[in-house]
């Protein structure tokens, strides 16, 4: 049996622990993730790709006006020169840059199939070509004049900028989204006019806060239009936090047609929401008739959105409708603001308005300063050549002598006129055709034109207000070139007040109207049969349980409910159990405690009155109106004392009511006798020595009182036959008439939604 072999461990193992090796590999990761892909740099509002991609359109020399060249060739050299993350990464960002509904000031001017708003994709980068807007141009310019610093790229064989001149405000402009790290950032598109207004306000008032450069920036400006709803005082927080969020609705208005028929047309969709998307879940809900407002819709777009969206009758409400559809659809999106961004390109932090303004005016300072030291540098080596020029054209005779005849004229003209270096290579590199005497006053008015140039540089290198002034001078022409009044600067996004709607309307809107019959079994199980159904004969139960309540409604209906709590609590029909099973426990909607019962469930109908009444006695008159409840909690209307429960409940129909006792005493009174409250304990109906109160009702005079008996059959007594009974709000009563029920009942139960139940 052979040996077996373990190999040697290498030299130049080590060992180190895993917890260790993680975080610090993930923080590498994490890092890289924040500095050089997902956050934009708050100076010219650009991620590492959309940079390269710009300067290696530059070193194409794809300026605006340039002849295209194919995509391809552009993610070519961007990815073999600065970008070596995969072709597509950088195409799609490319693609993004070109789109006029995805970046409110396109950066790349593209030919071609470039996608659009259905969320179609581009044709492959073989197909398409590109070359820079005026917008990318003014990014890069002065880029060639030491404006910004360079690093080496990826491979050390060229440079790449840190960041572009940038001399239009990008990054509120075009916005930005990424996600790093541990963090995000999300900046919507804004109005470039008003970011130069807000900025030249912020030049002459360094200390203003975020919330008074509003008056200039009114809000985000998408370039697919649409309508913030949000309160101008959230948006102020917003811009003051740098966090927040908008509320952007579509755009739509109604067209009138014949008979007075209308349809709602929607001409904008909010910001990065796919058309084909939108529609699909519009055909969705339609198809589950959750859109029971709407009789028809169509996709009539072509180059503008148009959505038209056709009602069931005239009679709908134009604005309940669209409300619906804001409430289910993407026709309105809510838009986050996170304006976390990296501070001088190197420390992510959240800015607010006036913050992420500062960095861009501060980096054009710089820019400036470098720009106009790199241009002095300029001048002063041109001023030292055409000192030498002149020398020469006042020596022209010596100088020709000195090349004819000299083997190495270089140190002879530098020693014989005291020339630099710089000025004899000048001397030597002319041509002949310029030894014409015009070419004397041209080089003097080129050195007075450049010693006037460079007094003014020095001038502005030296007044810190001076610079200011001329980065004036360029917003106000960034602002000019894209003012309110130009096709591209011209405000899409506008601001209103969302309409306040009743929140039951809108519900109702969105359910379709059907019959139902709710059935709500003693127990308390509680479903919603189709259709209304009088014959229940067939309705089964779980064992041991039975009938309790039923009643036909609408599945936009509310059905209240009374507990013995005292409260009232409120369903919404629509939401009820289908009858296919047994249903399920109304506790499951509502918050009832365990030795708490159900009285009654009854639909709701405003405008009817309900006599409520506790165990001892006590109650009053309460309005419908004034039962309806908001939450699951319900609604304290009879209070109650410990010991105390609500026993009772009718509808008010009539001028008179009864009460019986659980001593089957009965007493009549008038009922107005009994006040009319939205919430209390009471006053006292009927008097007991022992025992409490089994049941209240009302009836009117002319009708006489009815009851109905445990077999079902009804018996009425006139006024007169009450005679005994009558008396006054809190006497005791007599004994019940002969034949009224062991129950101890009047057993009204719900008609049609018309009575209470008790």
């Not at 490319?94 to 000031?105: G, H, N």
């Not at 602002?479 to 009044?485: I, L, M």
């Not at 409120?570 to 009832?592: M, N, Q, V």
Request: with cysteine; proline share 5%; aromatic share 6%.
């Amino acid at each position: 049996m052979g040996k077996r072999l373990i190999p040697p461990e290498p030299a130049d193992v080590q060992e180190i622990a895993l917890r260790e090796a993680l975080e610090e590999r993930y923080l590498a990761y994490a890092l890289s993730t924040i500095m050089h892909r997902a956050l934009p740099d708050a100076r010219d509002g650009l991620k590492p790709v959309h940079r390269r991609i710009l300067y290696g359109m530059r070193l194409l020399r794809l300026d605006p006006g340039a002849p295209f060249k194919k995509s391809a060739k552009i993610v070519g050299d961007v990815m073999g020169n600065f970008h070596p993350h995969g072709d597509q990464a950088i195409y799609d960002a490319l693609v993004r840059l070109a789109q006029d509904f995805a970046s409110r000031y396109p950066l790349i001017d593209g030919q071609g199939n470039f996608g659009n708003i259905d969320g179609d994709n581009p044709a492959a980068y073989r197909y398409t070509e590109a070359r820079m807007t005026e917008v990318a141009r003014l990014l890069l310019d002065g880029i060639d004049e030491d404006a910004v610093d360079f690093r080496p790229n990826y491979d050390g064989q060229s440079e790449e900028p840190i960041v572009l001149p940038g001399a239009f405000p990008n990054l509120l402009a075009n916005g930005s989204q990424g996600i790093a790290v541990g963090m995000a950032t999300a900046i919507p598109p804004h109005n470039a006019a008003e970011l130069c207004d807000a900025a030249l306000f912020l030049i002459d008032n360094p200390n203003a806060r975020s919330r008074t450069l509003l008056k200039y920036v009114q809000g985000p400006d998408f370039p697919t239009g649409g309508i913030v709803v949000d309160p101008r005082e959230q948006i102020a927080e917003a811009y003051a936090t740098g966090r927040g969020s908008f509320r952007v609705r579509a755009k739509w208005h109604k067209e009138e047609g014949s008979r007075g028929t209308y349809q709602i047309v929607v001409t904008e969709i909010p910001w990065l929401v796919r058309k084909t998307s939108l529609i699909e879940k519009m055909a969705e809900l339609f198809n589950e008739k959750k859109l029971p407002l709407i009789d028809e819709f169509r996709d009539e777009s072509t180059e503008d959105v148009r959505i038209v969206i056709e009602p069931k009758s005239r009679t709908v409400d134009a604005e309940l409708l669209m409300e619906s559809l804001f409430k289910l659809t993407e026709l309105e999106s809510r838009i986050a603001l996170n304006m976390n961004v990296l501070s001088k390109g190197k420390v992510p932090k959240v800015m607010g308005l006036a913050e992420v303004l500062r960095e861009w005016l501060d980096h054009r300072r710089d820019v400036l300063v470098r720009r106009s030291k790199y241009r002095l540098a300029q001048i002063d080596h041109r001023l030292e050549v055409l000192g030498g020029l002149l020398i020469a054209y006042l020596n022209i005779d010596k100088v020709i002598k000195i090349i004819r005849n000299e083997d190495e004229p270089k140190p002879v003209l530098m020693k014989t006129f005291k020339l630099s270096e710089v000025q004899a290579n000048a001397i030597l590199d002319m041509r002949l055709r310029n030894l014409r005497k015009l070419e004397e006053m041209e080089i003097k008015t080129e050195n007075k034109e450049l010693r006037d140039e460079k007094a003014g540089l020095e001038k502005l290198i030296r007044s810190e207000a001076a610079q200011w002034k001329t980065v004036s001078d360029q917003i106000k022409k960034v602002r000019d070139t894209f003012g309110p009044k130009t096709p591209l600067g011209k405000r899409r996004t506008h601001f209103a007040e969302a309409p306040v709607h009743d929140e039951a309307a809108i519900e109702e809107a969105m359910v379709v109207r059907e019959p139902i019959t709710v059935v709500v079994s003693e127990k308390g199980w509680i479903r919603a049969l189709r259709g209304h159904v009088t014959d229940l004969s067939g309705v089964a139960f779980k064992t041991d349980d039975q009938l309790g309540f039923a009643f036909p409604a609408e599945t936009t209906s509310k059905c209240l409910v009374f507990a013995t709590n005292g409260r009232f609590y409120t369903l919404d029909a629509s939401k009820l159990p289908g009858g296919r099973g047994h249903g399920e426990p109304i506790r499951l909607f509502i918050e009832l405690e365990q030795n708490d019962e159900v009285i009654s469930v009854f639909p709701f109908h405003s405008g009817r009155k309900f006599i409520v009444a506790s165990s001892t006695g006590r109650g009053f008159v309460v309005a419908e109106d004034d039962c309806l409840a908001n939450t699951r909690k319900g609604k304290q209307v009879l209070n109650l004392k410990a010991g105390e429960k609500a026993a009772a409940i009718n509808t008010v129909e009539g001028e008179l009511a009864a009460c019986v006792g659980e001593n089957r005493k009965m007493v009549i009174f008038p009922l107005e006798q009994v006040p009319e409250m939205a919430r209390g304990s009471g006053v006292r109906l009927q008097r007991y020595k022992d025992g409490a109160l089994s049941d209240v009702t009302t009836f009117k005079a002319a009708n006489g009182l009815t009851w109905i008996d445990s077999a079902g059959r009804t018996f009425t007594m006139s006024l007169k036959e009450l005679s005994d009974w009558r008396g006054n709000r809190a006497d005791a009563g007599r004994l019940a008439p002969k034949g009224f029920p062991k129950s101890n009942h009047f057993g009204r139960l719900p008609e049609n939604g018309k009575n209470g139940g008790g």
